[in-house]
DNA sequence: CTAATTTAATTAGGAATACTAACTTTGCCT
DNA sequence: AGGCAAAGTTAGTATTCCTAATTAAATTAG
């Protein structure tokens, strides 16, 4: 007997594979997406995705070490990219750093119009989503926000910047706090991706 | 203000961008999962995923086009990765088909073997799941299946063999019915990849 | 029943995505 | 000062992915 999660005979007996399969699929569709935002402005995945990820981080994690473990890839494959981008005119490094070896990336004003023009590129799914309850909405992200912990935990996603992986937060049984905000958060507060995190000692 | 769903800001205010910058962080997971496991063999990524799907479908839909389809990509890229997994001797060629521009791929041997090796590449991912309740699984692929319809209503996910999609299926508000099997679907019998599909008219 | 169109697959040519290994420069530590 | 580690690049290679053009077979239209 097959015991594949892609076998769609196994999926019929066992609800997590069905889960995991259907979670390979919505993989395929941000694949999708993205590829078509891509095509239209002339530029590629992966340079979307640094351009979007520095528009939104800190000075700190935009340099080529921190992006290669961002998006699991080695870091000839950043400095490659980020040569392109810089080619193209949407980046400029700064070099302005205490480690000369090391620079940080930021966007140029042509650079902040492409990222404008595909940040919107997963909107078609998030607006899939006005057709599920509030609550329903509250308990997928439960469960996707424990699945990415645990995904972090088992280093299959080495980055993170999870409350549950952040030295701030503090549990006790279902309640949530963070001792920098000094407040109690519900589930729905957990953040995946939080400006403040510090990871655990 | 910055409207993005990757913009960790906004993303404090609207639990859709949430779930969907953690279902992205999901779909990287997939990604390294895969890639690990092509590294350790030798073989690549969309070549594993061939391998997987040939195994677990029937002989229709096993050809250069409609895997295309299949994975969103263009003939040519499938054509050239079936033209090395050939020459790896992992797969047979079957050219007696009413159609003699068509043939369908069959696993070799050795094929199968690679297959043995591979199609657990997620299942780190499944044994997550057990630390989510049964309820929490249910309401969880509920979620995940109307999203994946919507996914391919929207032709964002091209191919899909839903109960949803299917012309046997059958629905009076919360309840599921398939016509060919005669039975009434609680939602996790819903079928995201059914042998038996047939599109509707 | 031939001609035109469509479809399946391949070929050709090119940009980008990945990798590993080797290298340069800089920083850190003893 | 010497040695090791880290940041980034360069070099070389396989693969992924595209579009456009080609070949051959099947279908449709007149």
Not at 48 to 54: A, D, G, M
Not at 168 to 178: A, P, T, V
Request: with cysteine.
């Amino acid at each position: 007997m097959n015991k594949s999660i892609f076998d769609p005979e196994y999926q019929q007996h066992d609800l997590s594979s069905k889960i995991i399969a259907g979670l390979e699929r919505i993989s395929q569709a941000f694949k999708v997406l993205l590829w078509e935002r891509a095509k239209n402005l002339g530029i590629s995945p992966i340079q979307i995705q640094i351009l979007i990820f520095v528009a939104h981080h800190r000075i700190a994690l935009n340099n080529v070490s921190l992006l290669a473990q961002e998006f699991n890839v080695s870091k000839p494959t950043i400095s490659d990219a980020v040569r392109v981008l810089h080619e193209k005119g949407l980046i400029v490094k700064d070099h302005s750093h205490s480690d000369n070896r090391s620079y940080s990336i930021f966007l140029s004003d042509e650079g902040k119009k492409i990222v404008a023009g595909t940040e919107d590129f997963a909107t078609p799914m998030a607006n899939m989503l006005q057709h599920i309850s509030k609550g329903d909405q509250e308990s997928l992200f439960s469960a996707i926000s424990k699945l990415i912990y645990q995904l972090n935990q088992q280093d299959i996603l080495t980055v993170q910047r999870t409350c549950f992986a952040c030295r701030f937060y503090e549990q006790g049984g279902e309640e949530h706090y963070c001792r920098l905000l000094k407040k109690r958060l519900k589930h729905s507060d957990i953040r995946l991706d939080c400006h403040e995190f510090e990871a655990k000692l």
